[in-house]
């Protein structure tokens, strides 16, 4: 069966860097388009950042871009999101996600509707 465990959340400080991990079993992460996704408590998930099987495209939500960058580690079958420069806004439960078998995929997925396989999510907060 499909497992996604992310791992990685914490407290941190405004400013600060946490870089989240998405173990995956079941699934080939070479061969999946992955992604990451942030929920607060009343609010719509948010798409933050999604990559190809390939590992060479990915895409990023406006509100992270230049301060978040996903990457997988391959022999690992493993899949990260590096957060830099926190901020308070950036508080959310990050859940991980998956599309198996989408190698014919060459451009990650923005739409959580895509994603077949989702993890448990992991709490990140960032202290003023």
């Known amino acids: 069966q499909v497992q996604l465990a992310e791992s990685g959340g914490g407290l941190v400080q405004a400013g600060g860097s946490l870089r989240l991990s998405c173990a995956a079993s079941g699934l080939t992460v070479s061969s999946s388009a992955m992604g990451w996704f942030r929920q607060v408590p009343g609010k719509e998930r948010e798409f933050v950042a999604g990559i190809s099987a390939s590992g060479f495209s990915t895409l990023y939500a406006d509100s992270v871009k230049g301060r978040f960058t996903i990457s997988r580690e391959n022999s690992r079958n493993t899949v990260y999101l590096q957060m830099n420069t926190l901020k308070p806004e950036d508080t959310a439960v990050y859940c991980c996600?998956?599309?198996?078998?989408?190698?014919?995929?060459?451009?990650?997925?923005?739409?959580?509707?895509?994603?077949?396989?989702w993890g448990p999510g992991t709490q990140v907060t960032v202290s003023e």
């Open positions: 996600a998956a599309v198996p078998n989408a190698s014919y995929r060459y451009t990650p997925y923005r739409g959580s509707d895509s994603y077949r396989n």
